[in-house]
């Protein structure tokens, strides 16, 4: 029996494979150092976790709106338009199942087959593959590694908006390479934003995860709020990776639909996690406090053992969970021509598990460099500095 053609332009989320040879390697009995996926080690602040069981138990366990339950819509609203210096209401607010389902929403709320749609590559490969799959045109943009990280190659981005372009796709506080515009790399992003007319999806996973500085969104920017869906997620901040809880946050005609797709996809968003989550954003903060306090350290330890290895020179990135060290020399001096050659042997070699520049976007014709990701939401610092020893030894040989 015959499939779907149009599968066959639906894409993945690869480092799920790396994370599976991870697994199948360490379980011949090797410690893995666990650098690969964007997961977290951390538990979940305890009054979640108690305000979760006590919806379970009081019997929130049916039905409930397909918008998300009143309450959190207007918590979200409250937490995030806070924190952007706008105002939002609960009509601008549809609970998701995680901000992953956003994406493909979104795009299917605005986007018309043949539509072009820029988006970040290095970047989230379900961009890619929610603008291919729905018959969208891809069109990618890049970044520029400076002395102090990387910044948005806004040339690249001007010569690619014509006619057909649709939308704009825009991560700030960037997976996989950290980055983190500013104010004036965000008002040039808008100003292009508003004279070509586009949506833009603000992915804002990440939003929270700053170390010093409060975050700043293209969303509060004269001229966005009313063209901008922010994609708004519970996974990070809260160290709830496997609960599934989002959000997509923008105008009203936009959230409308999107709420119309919760309906046909999935009825709802899990009811007692949507209470348990009104909770969390409205009572104790110190659990997210912790977990920043956590990831600061692993992050300190982690840039300290990649730029004591021979090769590897990079600035501790200010926001976001990860690491993308260029590691040209090091594939110089291994002879590799293909950095999966360097992942693959530097796992059986070391333990030591990471993603490459290729799990994040197809590469450019022009791209020179190599590079590969750490994630250390996932490994406790003794591990962190003792995976880098390991690799260490294996890169300089």
Same mark, same amino acid.
Request: proline content about 5%; some cysteine.
């Given at each position: ?16 494979? %790396? ?7 360490g379980a ?15 538990? $979940?602040? *305890? ?10 138990? *009081?019997?929130?366990?049916? +039905? ?18 806070a ?5 939002? /209401?609960?009509?601008n ?11 493909g ?7 018309n ?5 820029l ?9 890619e ?33 014509? /006619?057909? $372009? ?29 004279? +070509? ?5 603000? *992915?804002?996973?990440?939003?929270? &995860? ?8 293209? %969303? ?6 009313q063209?901008? &869906? ?8 809260? !160290?709830? $990776?496997g ?10 005609? !936009? ?11 999935? /009825? ?23 977990? =920043? ?12 053992? =990649?730029?004591? &290895?021979?090769?590897?020179? #990079? ?20 002879g590799f ?14 333990n030591? /598990? ?21 994630a250390?939401?996932?490994?406790? %610092? ?5 995976? #880098? ?9």
């Amino acid at each position: 029996m015959k499939l779907a053609k149009q599968i066959e332009k639906l894409g993945t989320e690869t480092a799920f494979a %790396v994370s599976a040879a991870a697994n199948a390697w360490g379980a011949k009995g090797n410690k893995i150092y666990p650098f690969h996926l964007g997961d977290m080690n951390i538990p $979940t602040p *305890d009054n979640i976790v108690a305000a979760t069981e006590k919806a379970i138990a *009081d019997g929130f366990t049916g +039905y409930c709106p397909g918008a998300g339950i009143p309450e959190l819509r207007a918590a979200i609203a409250r937490d995030v338009g806070a924190k952007r210096q706008i105002e939002y /209401s609960v009509e601008n607010v549809s609970v998701q199942p995680g901000g992953k389902p956003v994406i493909g929403k979104f795009l299917a709320t605005v986007m018309n087959p043949g539509d072009e749609v820029l988006y970040p590559n290095p970047g989230y490969p379900i961009y890619e593959s929610q603008i291919e799959y729905q018959d969208g045109i891809a069109v990618p943009y890049g970044y520029i590694e400076t002395a102090t990280g990387f910044e948005l190659d806004l040339e690249a981005i001007r010569d690619s908006l014509g /006619s057909k $372009t649709r939308a704009l796709i825009y991560n700030n506080f960037q997976n996989p390479n950290g980055a983190e515009s500013s104010r004036a790399e965000m008002e040039q992003l808008a100003e292009l934003a508003i004279k +070509y007319d586009l949506w833009v999806l603000s *992915d804002e996973a990440y939003f929270e &995860i700053q170390y010093s500085g409060k975050p700043e969104s293209i %969303v509060s920017l004269p001229g966005m709020q009313q063209r901008s &869906i922010i994609l708004y997620t519970c996974s990070k901040r809260f !160290a709830m $990776t496997g609960w599934r809880l989002g959000a997509a946050i923008g105008p009203q005609s !936009a959230i409308d639909i999107i709420n119309k797709f919760n309906t046909n996809i999935e /009825s709802c968003t899990t009811h007692f996690i949507q209470k348990g989550m009104v909770d969390a954003i409205e009572g104790d903060t110190s659990g997210p406090d912790s977990i =920043l306090a956590t990831l600061r350290q692993r992050r300190d330890a982690a840039v300290a053992g =990649l730029n004591a &290895i021979d090769g590897i020179s #990079m600035q501790a990135p200010n926001s976001t969970f990860y690491l993308f060290p260029n590691v040209t020399p090091i594939m110089a001096r291994k002879g590799f021509t293909d950095i999966n050659q360097l992942m693959n042997e530097a796992l059986t070699e070391t333990n030591v /598990s990471f993603c490459t520049r290729k799990h994040f976007g197809r590469s450019g014709k022009n791209e020179q460099n190599h590079y590969v990701r750490f994630a250390y939401s996932g490994i406790d %610092v003794d591990d962190i500095n003792e995976g #880098m020893a390991r690799l260490k030894n294996y890169f300089e040989a």
